[in-house]
């Protein structure tokens, strides 16, 4: 079995077409343009936060614990398309899901995404069985 490449997503917008008020053609809306906007993952809120330059202590610790364990959940999955996962990564993931969720940010929306790395940590645990 090959491991699968890097998958990304091409940044395409889709466009609601309007017909013009006159002649022919179509209008393109910018609220259609916007609507459309693909969703950012954890991981692009936590590059949002780090860009908005949010200098408080506690927030360069939950962005350095969500890095850790965004990078420990990539490893749970490569350890599932490989050789199985092991108790050892388990109990790594277990304990920083645990750090994480007790540090509380100064920023509220990098303290909800991390939150949400949190929980998705723990539906990986609860998935082994390790809840």
């Known amino acids: 079995m090959e491991p699968i490449g ?3 997503r091409p940044a395409t917008v889709a466009r609601a077409a309007v017909p013009a ?5 179509f209008v393109l809306t910018a609220a259609a343009e916007t609507a459309a906007l693909p969703a950012t993952g954890a991981l692009g809120l936590l590059l949002a936060a780090q860009e908005s330059g949010a200098e408080a ?3 360069r610790q939950a962005q350095r614990r969500a890095r850790t364990l965004l990078a420990e959940l990539t490893a749970l999955q ?11 990564r388990l109990d790594r993931l277990a304990a920083l899901a645990t750090q994480a969720a007790a ?4 920023t509220p929306s990098l303290h909800e995404t991390v939150q949400a790395i949190v929980l998705r940590a723990r539906v990986e645990l609860a998935r082994f069985g390790r809840a």
């Open 6 to 8: 890097r998958m990304t």
């Open 21 to 25: 008020p006159r002649g022919g053609g």
């Open 57 to 59: 202590p506690a927030d």
């Open 78 to 88: 490569r350890d599932l398309l490989a050789e199985g996962v092991g108790e050892e």
């Open 103 to 106: 540090e509380t940010a100064a």
